[in-house]
T-cell receptor, first 109, second 113 residues
Framework: QKEVEQNSGPLSVPEGAIASLNCTYS??????FFWYRQYSGKSPELIMS????GDKEDGRFTAQLNKASQYVSLLIRDSQPSDSATYLC?????????FGGGTRVLVKP | NAGVTQTPKFRILKIGQSMTLQCAQD?????MYWYRQDPGMGLKLIYY???????DKGEVPNGYNVSRSTTEDFPLRLELAAPSQTSVYFC????????????FGSGTRLTVV
């Protein structure tokens, strides 16, 4: 079992719709969780962090964490073509991040 | 601030050659990391450092070496390059080991032929 799992996609959403991305992790001791966005040929950039159960909103992004079920999700509201990228879920079970394989999102005008 | 600077951006190596990928950060971060990313895949940790003089292996350390003589620099050494080391290499740094995300460099695209 992979430590951090994501559906590789592509997740195709129409412009203006909500994109929903999911991530599950195996280490119950994990305390911090992150979502990174990576455009093709570029380095990952941090878009959200979440540490407590529940929802955390930042602009059009909402991260959701459920430690009991060991999943993290990311919602992108009012999706724009510029949101087309690969989204990486990262989990910190100790002193280093473990990344999922990423979900590719395509937003169609 | 420059953030995390990686050099070179691109490199082609022949099998058996060696090289050093440079990484420097100017944010006074104690924690530094080297990841590799194969096409269409996530990032895999090669080595990491929690401070000057302290390094440890990650998930895929074979074929690589690191050193951390200063807080700012964390070079990655490839000895006897193999085609399996063809990848994009990212250096990252963070303020703490847990509660902050990482700042990534722009990456080094390495091809071994």
């Amino acid at each position: 079992q992979k430590e951090v799992e994501q559906n590789s996609g592509p997740l195709s959403v129409p412009e203006g719709a909500i994109a929903s991305l999911n991530c599950t992790y195996s280490d119950r001791g994990s305390q911090s969780f992150f979502w990174y966005r990576q455009y093709s040929g570029k380095s990952p950039e941090l878009i959200m962090s979440i540490y407590s159960n529940g929802d955390k909103e930042d602009g059009r992004f909402t991260a959701q964490l459920n430690k009991a079920s060991q999943y993290v999700s990311l919602l992108i509201r009012d999706s724009q073509p510029s949101d087309s990228a690969t989204y990486l879920c990262a989990v910190n079970p100790g002193n280093k991040l473990t990344f999922g394989g990423g979900t590719r999102v395509l937003v169609k005008p | 601030n420059a953030g995390v600077t990686q050099t070179p951006k691109f490199r082609i190596l022949k099998i058996g050659q060696s090289m050093t990928l440079q990484c420097a950060q100017d944010m006074n971060h104690n924690y530094m990391y080297w990841y590799r990313q194969d096409p269409g895949m996530g990032l895999k940790l090669i080595y990491y450092s929690v401070g000057a003089g302290i390094t440890d292996k990650g998930e895929v350390p074979n074929g690589y070496n690191v050193s951390r003589s200063t807080t700012e620099d964390f070079p990655l050494r490839l000895e006897l390059a193999a085609p399996s080391q063809t990848s994009v290499y990212f250096c990252a740094s963070s303020y703490t080991d847990r509660d902050y995300g990482y700042t990534f460099g722009s990456g080094t695209r390495l091809t071994v032929v």
